[in-house]
């Protein structure tokens, strides 16, 4: 295993003093150990992975050094359109490094929002024509290589990238996470939304522990599945399939969302926003982190989510940070007697449970329970 500290430093004594990306769980070690060591000012935790490739060209263009952009296997797909229309050396050939976490890496066990993914994952990099290496677990090895695409990338000048396995990095136990005061976890508040919904009320949910917490909600309560959309992978794009669907139902619509993927894709919540869509709940679990792939800090506690809300036109808008106010605002908010789009953000805690399963219907079957609804 590969301490994250060696390859910081290495990384740092080349050059490569800004760090910038999207967690992942796999890197969660290696992102922890940034967050807690790095300057505040030297590491941007972006909104997407994107906006991470962005961060890193504009900081070569006023540094000459390159970046480093971290990101789950699963941000590619934000990241391609700036490296090929902006990175690319057919564009303005700008070197930064890439360290991407293989999840659904073939032949290793991982969850279906990972499985394609994992296997085109070295194909997209070699169509993109991005030089990577798959990182070594030796960390002799992982250094010569790490070294090797920083040096590739600062003489090629266009992006390189290391890929990096499951079990890399040796253990790192973030110091600085960002707890916070608020009285109720995720689990705590979610299940309070659910029980005040109606029997017939539909949920598109968000990816990470939320999706998870829901399914186990419903085994436990035998409410079953059907009701229910888990947006297992996609992350940031929950309200855009509630928008999908709502036009073509009568039923409630509730997005129940996390604070990092609303500010993946904020843009969704302005067309979510003036839709006029009358059902359309549009509820923020906002515990200003990634809690689900190991709480590194989002600005979501920092922003003012109900005004953006409000500048986006939802008609009804709420914040609430007790149990007690949450109670308060669900009568209304379930009532019917408010026409939305409606969104509430509820502040909560980064707590959640260790032993937390996943969902054990596939998503096929997820996908044809919750089409019954539409018949
Ligand atoms: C495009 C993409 N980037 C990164 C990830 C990895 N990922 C899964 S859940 C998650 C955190 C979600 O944070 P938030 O929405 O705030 O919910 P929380 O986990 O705090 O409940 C991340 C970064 C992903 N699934 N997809």
Redesign the pocket.
């Known amino acids: 295993m590969i301490n994250p500290q060696n390859i910081y430093d290495l990384l740092v004594k080349n050059s490569i003093e800004l760090f910038t990306g ?4 796999l890197l969660k070690d290696f992102c922890a150990y940034i967050t807690d060591n790095a300057p505040s000012n030297r590491h941007i935790i972006a909104a ?2 994107g906006s991470a490739v962005a961060i890193a060209a504009g900081h070569y263009l006023a540094t000459k050094n390159p970046a480093l952009v971290y ?2 296997n ?2 590619i ?2 990241a391609t359109n700036p490296l090929l229309s902006l990175a690319d050396e057919k564009v303005y050939k700008i070197p930064m490094l890439l360290m991407v976490g293989w ?1 659904g890496e073939p032949n290793v066990k991982d969850e279906p ?1 990972h499985i394609k993914q994992g296997e085109v994952t070295l194909d997209l990099l070699a169509a993109m024509k991005i030089p990577y290496e798959i990182i070594d677990t030796d960390e002799t090895v992982a250094v010569k290589q790490i070294q090797q695409l920083t040096i590739g990338t600062k003489t090629k000048g266009f992006p390189h990238a290391a890929v990096i396995r499951k079990n890399t990095f040796s253990p790192y136990t973030l110091k600085s996470k960002r707890e916070n005061a608020f009285e109720m976890s ?1 689990e705590d508040a979610m299940q309070v939304v659910v029980n005040s919904l109606q029997k017939e009320d539909i949920i598109v949910s ?5 999706s998870r917490e829901l399914f186990e909600y419903r085994e436990h309560t035998g409410a079953g599945h059907k009701n229910d959309f888990l947006t297992v ?4 794009h929950s309200i855009s399939i509630a928008l999908g669907i709502a036009p073509n139902t009568e039923k409630n619509i509730y997005c129940l ?8 894709h904020t843009g969704a919540m302005a067309t979510a926003g003036v839709s006029g869509l009358k059902k359309l709940r549009h509820i923020v ?9 190991g ?2 800090p ?1 600005v ?1 506690l920092q922003v003012n989510l109900p005004q953006i809300a409000t500048a986006f036109g939802y008609k009804n808008v709420w914040s609430v940070s007790t149990l007690e106010e949450l109670l308060k605002v669900l009568n209304v908010f379930g009532s019917g007697s408010t026409d939305g789009p409606s969104f509430l953000e509820i502040k909560i805690n ?1 707590l ?1 449970r260790e032993n937390l399963g996943r969902p054990t219907r596939t998503t096929h079957e997820n996908k044809d329970d919750f089409m019954q609804n539409f018949k």
Do not use: C, W, Y
């Not at 968000?206 to 939320?210: D, F, I, S, V, Y």
């Not at 992978?233 to 940031?236: A, D, E, H, L, V």
């Not at 679990?285 to 792939?293: K, P, Q």
């Open positions: 999207v967690p992942d769980s997407n992975e990101m789950q699963s941000g797909g934000n999840r929002q995720r968000t990816t990470g522990k939320l992978g996609s992350m940031g969302d996390g604070d990092g993927a609303i500010l993946m679990f906002n515990n200003g982190a990634h809690e689900s792939v709480a590194q989002t979501a980064t959640s």
